[in-house]
């Protein structure tokens, strides 16, 4: 059956894990990577993951917030405006209409960064 790995994303054979690299979920060759490649990879699901929630709280925001000042551009845009659709509408239901209506540029924002995926339809 294999195991899966939460950076590259692939359900690999357990011989590609470490004990520790199975307790976390990271293979080998993953865990070769770059701290900040690593690092980039885990930020990016993580914000992505805000949006599937039913609602972004206040705790995820104080975190999107940092997030905001990653030295990596595309961390920064990601959390920015997952930020900015956390202050405007919290939570999930009704989001994307209220989007719509008022802030048409932050839901432009969420299409082009590919979040709208993350988010689903209306
Ligand atoms: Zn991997």
Redesign the pocket.
Known sequence: MGHY??????S?PNE?FTRKGHRNH??????KMPKEEKESIEQEEEIFNYLRQSNISQKNISRLKKLVDSDDSKIAELAVTVLEVALVKPHKKRRLKILAKERRDLLIKLEETGLIVAHGGF
């Open positions: 790995c939460r950076i590259c994303g692939r690999r590609k990271i293979c080998k060759d993953c865990a």
